[in-house]
C-alpha cells in the first residue's frame, strides 16, 4: 500500500523505519506537501486548534482509502475526522522499539481493514470498533503516570522530612510487588518510579492533561504551574 506519513518527528520517523521495509512510504513535515495520491495517510503531528481541519485538508488532497491518527487527541477527535485512531506507545526519542514492541491498539469503523497493513510489518494488534476507546486510553495512561510521578516526589518529601532514605521505599515496593506475585495477585503490583524533583519534564505528559478533566489533572497542573 502506498503510504503517507505526515509529521517526521520522534513518531512519525520511527513509524517510518518500521513500515519501509514493506512498503512504500513517504514522509512529509506538517505544512508540507508531495505530489500523487496514496493507499494510506498517517497523521503524526501534535494536537493543535485546527488539527482536524488540517488533516481533512490531507484527506482531500491525498484522496487516501484509510486515514489513521497516531497523535494523541481529545476523545471524538478522529470520528470527527473519519479516520482511525491507533496510539503510539514507547519511550521518547526511541519510539522504533516502541513500535515494535506493544500491542498497537487500533479503534475505529475500519480497524479490521488495516489490521494486516500492520500486521505485515510484525505488529500485533488489539482491535477496537470505536476510536474513542483508543483516544481514551492514551490520555488516561498518561495522566496516570503523571500522577505517579507527583506521589512519588510527595513520599521523597516525606522521606527527607523524617531522615529516612528513599532507598527504604524502592525496597519496599519492590518486596511487595514480589510478595503478591508470589501469592497469585499480579493486579495489586506498583510502579517503583524514581523521584525527579523539579517540573513534569517532556512533551506530552502535561500537554495531555488538557483533554480530560477531573480533581487528579487538576492537581498535577497545579503542582506544575
Same mark, same amino acid.
Given at each position: 500500500?502506498?503510504t503517507l506519513i505526515v509529521g517526521m518527528g520522534q513518531v512519525g520517523s520511527a513509524l517510518s523505519r518500521v513500515l519501509s521495509p514493506h512498503y512504500e512510504v513517504k514522509g512529509i513535515d506538517k505544512g508540507e506537501e508531495i505530489?500523487?495520491?496514496?493507499?494510506?495517510?498517517?497523521?503524526?503531528?501534535?494536537?493543535?486548534? #485546527?488539527?482536524?481541519?488540517?488533516?481533512?485538508?490531507?484527506?482531500?488532497?491525498?484522496?487516501?482509502?484509510?486515514?489513521?491518527?497516531?497523535?494523541?487527541?481529545?476523545?471524538?477527535?478522529?470520528?470527527?475526522?473519519? $479516520? *482511525?485512531?491507533?496510539? *503510539?506507545?514507547?519511550?521518547?526519542?526511541?519510539?522504533?522499539?516502541?513500535?515494535?514492541?506493544?500491542?498497537?491498539?487500533?479503534? #475505529?469503523?475500519?480497524?479490521?481493514?488495516? $489490521?494486516?497493513?500492520?500486521?505485515?510489518? #510484525?505488529?500485533?494488534?488489539?482491535?477496537?470498533?470505536?476510536?474513542?476507546?483508543?483516544?481514551?486510553?492514551?490520555?488516561?495512561?498518561?495522566?496516570?503516570?503523571?500522577?505517579? *510521578?507527583?506521589?512519588?516526589?510527595?513520599?521523597?518529601?516525606?522521606?527527607?522530612?523524617?531522615?529516612?532514605?528513599?532507598? $527504604?521505599?524502592?525496597?519496599?515496593?519492590?518486596?511487595?510487588?514480589?510478595?503478591?506475585?508470589?501469592? #497469585?495477585?499480579?493486579?495489586?503490583?506498583?510502579?517503583?518510579? *524514581?523521584p525527579i524533583m523539579k517540573k513534569i519534564g517532556g512533551h506530552c505528559i502535561l500537554e495531555n492533561l488538557q483533554f480530560v478533566k477531573n480533581e487528579f489533572t487538576k492537581l498535577v497542573n497545579k503542582l506544575n504551574r
Amino acid at each position: 500500500m502506498k503510504t503517507l506519513i505526515v509529521g517526521m518527528g520522534q513518531v512519525g520517523s520511527a513509524l517510518s523505519r518500521v513500515l519501509s521495509p514493506h512498503y512504500e512510504v513517504k514522509g512529509i513535515d506538517k505544512g508540507e506537501e508531495i505530489e500523487g495520491t496514496f493507499d494510506i495517510l498517517h497523521i503524526c503531528f501534535s494536537y493543535f486548534e #485546527g488539527f482536524e481541519k488540517e488533516v481533512k485538508r490531507y484527506q482531500e488532497k491525498y484522496k487516501p482509502d484509510y486515514t489513521v491518527i497516531h497523535s494523541t487527541v481529545p476523545v471524538g477527535t478522529s470520528r470527527k475526522c473519519g $479516520a *482511525i485512531h491507533s496510539p *503510539i506507545r514507547g519511550i521518547h526519542p526511541n519510539l522504533e522499539s516502541g513500535i515494535r514492541t506493544f500491542v498497537k491498539f487500533i479503534g #475505529g469503523e475500519k480497524a479490521s481493514e488495516v $489490521a494486516d497493513y500492520f500486521r505485515r510489518v #510484525g505488529m500485533k494488534v488489539y482491535l477496537f470498533d470505536k476510536p474513542e476507546t483508543t483516544e481514551l486510553m492514551k490520555i488516561l495512561s498518561t495522566d496516570f503516570y503523571a500522577v505517579l *510521578i507527583e506521589y512519588t516526589k510527595q513520599v521523597k518529601r516525606h522521606c527527607d522530612e523524617y531522615k529516612v532514605p528513599f532507598s $527504604a521505599w524502592t525496597l519496599w515496593t519492590d518486596t511487595y510487588n514480589d510478595g503478591y506475585k508470589k501469592l #497469585g495477585y499480579p493486579e495489586y503490583t506498583r510502579p517503583n518510579l *524514581i523521584p525527579i524533583m523539579k517540573k513534569i519534564g517532556g512533551h506530552c505528559i502535561l500537554e495531555n492533561l488538557q483533554f480530560v478533566k477531573n480533581e487528579f489533572t487538576k492537581l498535577v497542573n497545579k503542582l506544575n504551574r
